[in-house]
Structures are given as C-alpha cells and as structure tokens.
C-alpha cells in the first residue's frame, strides 16, 4: 500500500500541471475571445477579415496538429517553446477561436434599444460598449464560456503526447512503472471528472453573482 | 528550414494511406454516435428512475472526461478483462461512445421542439405510442437536428489525431512516422493541418447548406 501513496503524490503532481495548465490557458483564451469577437464587430473591414481568419483557420484544424505544430515546426522557424509554452499557446489560441463566436453572438443578441438608448445617452462607442452592452452580453456569455474551459480542460490531455508532465502522462509513467492499467486510469478519470465539475460549479455561482441587480432587465 | 516541394510528393502516397483511415474512422464513428446518442436520449426519457438516472450520470461523466484518457482506458483496461480489441476499432468504439453522448442532447432537444400539439393530436387520433413515434414525432424531430449532428460529426473528424496515440496509423501518425524517418517535420505536420483546414472549409459550405435546407422549423 505505501507504494500506491507514492504513485498517487506522481498523479497529483501530473493534476497540479493539468490546472495550471487550464487556467494559463482560459486567460488566454478569455483575451483572444475578446479580442476576437470584438475584432468581427468591427467598422473596419481589415480587423474583421484579420478576427475571421483567426477564427476559421483554428477552428477549421484539430487542436491536435496546432499543438503538434507549435512545438515541432515553429522551433524551425526560430521560434523555441517550452512543452508548457506551446501547450498554453496551442489551448488558448484554439479555445479562444471558440470562445470569439460566443462573444460576437452575445453582443449582437443585446437589443437595438440598448443601442439606441446609448445614442441617446450621448456615450461614444467604447462608452455604450463598456458600460452598457458589455456587462449585459457578458451574462449571455458565461453559460458557454463554462462549456468553452471544460473543453479546455479536456483538451489539456493531449500535451501529455508532447512530453508534458500532466495527468494522462503521469497515468502512462505509473502504467509503464506498475504495469497495472486499471488504477491510475480510472484515477484520473475521475480527477478529471471532478476538476469539470468544479468548472460548471464555479461558472454557475459566478453567474448568480453577476446577475445580481440585473433582474428585469432581462427575462 | 526550407520548404522542400519534392518532399512533399514523395510523402504524398503514405498521407493518402492515412487519410482513408482517418475518413473511415470518421464515418464508422459518426454511425456509432448517431445509434449510441439515441439510445442515451431515449434512456434518459425512460418512465423508469434508476435506467434515467444511471444513465444521465454515466453521460455526464463521459462529457466531463478527455476523449484520449477514454481511449487510453478502451485499449489498455479492457485488455485486462479479456477483451482485446484491434486499434481501429477502439477508436471507433471511443469517438462513438464520445459523441454519442452529445449528440443525446441534439436528440432530446429535437425531440422537445416537437410542440405538444403533436402529442395531443397523435392521442386524439388514437395512435399507440409506437405509431405516434414513427409516424408524428420522429418525421417532424429529424430534420431540424441535421445541421446540429453534422457539426458534431465535423467536430469529430477534427478529433481524429487522437486515435494515432493508441497506434491507429491514421493521417497524423503517417505523418508522425514520416517525419521521425526523414527528421522532417515542416512538411508533414503542416501537410496535416493543410488537410484538415481544407475538409474542415468544405464542411462549413455543406453545413451552411444542410442549415438552409433543413434549420428552418415550420410551424
């Protein structure tokens, strides 16, 4: 038995990368999602096609061969990464790629009045934008930014292919060293599990809070 | 690193060898998704608790964990109980359980955008519940959900480099094996996502079409 305690310390470790991981990635992501999501909106056409072909072109390839490109071709173009560096980079460009349509379509699902009241108001665009719009669209937003860091989270497994020390690679080391497959993948199943519950729990309450204040402005 | 074109053809045959693989398990793992996603949907709308609720929980467990660690689990574990199962179809066997549980939702959310006018008129006409299904809920259920399922089955296709870690020689491990055999990897790694960005834009064109074609809800 004192050994599994041993192997269990190596799958926490592997859990401490996977969250730093995750939430490295999410701010990342949060940024290119507003920077992108914004960037469609935009009145100049060269910001709107630059946020499209972001979006299309990450969300149009596998997660898989971004990361695989990050960390095996951009050291050919001089670019050198850390495991960890390509693994943030590769999540949040991608995850953010996602996440930049949810922004787009929250904004635009806020009503023409809110819009015309801005106007009326007087508020500049940023103005109307950061006081008005934003911090109602981003109500709409939480829901599926929840589901966007558990994607995230669950994407996090495959930098285990590029030698990062995280959950599942931790897995295949107590494998190879044990030679019993049954524990530490069930293990980390539900690690796993229970890291996506702590996501959608943690998304929800923030919305309760949010949402505070702001009943009967919307139904 | 110079992008070498000569290369590049002399690879093409062996990426072509993993792109039918890469289709293939497309396909079998879309038809497994499709079959499995309506047996959790109609599970979870069983007048009978215990099936409803075990079979909720065990979706919501599945959603909540990688895809990789789930393969991993289906080609190393079950080994250990006596079952041994070719690469290719653990890979299909995992992308299918996968989405199945996605596409569960798209099937409950069809089948709860069936106004219940239906439901009463099938009763008032005094169908039995196998005819109401076959006859009134499941004709009118389908096609709004076409565009929701063709997404995930794009999804999927993306997820596909999965499968070259439990040894599939799909598309990525081709190129993987290419590029560890000619210490290349610009040109196989960026032929990949060359590949995928292609599939992935024609697919957009064809969902675009399956949206206009079958999205609307006629009232």
């Known amino acids: ?219 | 690193m110079e992008w070498d074109w000569n290369f590049v053809w002399e690879i093409m045959p062996t990426l072509i060898q993993g792109v039918k693989i890469t289709i293939l398990a497309t396909l079998l793992g879309s038809v497994l998704a499709a079959i499995i996603g309506l047996g959790i949907a109609l599970a979870r709308r069983s007048p009978n608790r215990a099936l409803s609720r075990t079979v909720g929980f065990l979706a919501e467990f599945i959603r909540g964990t990688p895809l990789l660690v789930q393969l991993y689990f289906i080609f190393y574990v079950l080994p250990d109980i006596g079952i041994l199962l070719p690469p290719l179809v653990a890979g299909v066997i995992g992308l299918g359980l996968h989405y199945g549980t996605y596409t569960a939702e798209v099937y409950r959310a069809g089948i709860d955008n069936v106004p219940r006018g239906q439901w009463e008129a099938a009763k008032a006409c005094n169908l039995n519940a196998r005819q109401t299904w076959t006859h009134i809920i499941i004709p009118q259920a389908i096609p709004p959900m076409i565009p929701a399922l063709a997404n995930y089955f794009i999804a999927m296709f993306k997820e596909t480099p999965l499968l070259s870690a439990i040894t599939v020689l799909e598309l990525m491990n081709q190129a993987k094996s290419v590029a560890n055999t000619y210490y290349r990897y610009i040109e196989p790694i960026t032929l990949v996502g060359a590949f995928f960005l292609a599939i992935s834009l024609c697919s957009v064109v064809l969902l675009r079409w399956l949206e206009r074609r079958y999205g609307k809800i006629e009232r």
């Open chain 1, 1 to 219: 038995m004192t050994q599994w305690s041993g192997y269990l310390g190596l799958i926490l470790q592997g859990a401490l990368v996977t969250i730093e991981l995750t939430l490295m990635g999410s701010v990342l992501a949060l940024i290119m999602a507003f920077l992108a999501g914004m960037g469609r909106l935009s009145r100049f056409f060269a910001l709107r096609a630059l946020a499209t072909a972001y979006i299309e072109f990450f969300r149009g390839t596998s997660i898989f061969v971004q990361l695989f490109f990050a960390y095996f071709v951009l050291p050919l173009a001089g670019v050198e990464l850390t495991p960890l560096q390509a693994g943030v980079l590769a999540l949040g460009l991608n995850v953010g790629a996602y996440a930049a349509e949810v922004v787009r379509g929250a904004v635009q699902s806020i009503g023409r009045e809110q819009h015309e009241a801005c106007i009326a108001l007087n508020l500049g665009r940023w103005q109307g934008m950061r006081h008005v719009i934003l911090p109602q669209a981003f109500l709409v937003m939480l829901p599926t930014f929840g589901n966007n860091a558990i994607e995230l989270l669950k994407a996090t497994a495959v930098v285990s292919l590029i030698s990062l020390a995280d959950l599942t690679f931790q897995a295949q080391v107590v494998r190879a060293q044990t030679g019993n497959t049954m524990v530490p993948f069930t293990t980390i199943l539900i690690i796993y599990f229970i890291l996506a519950l702590l996501i959608s729990w943690g998304v929800r309450s923030l919305e309760r809070r949010m949402a505070r204040g702001l009943d009967g402005v919307r139904v």
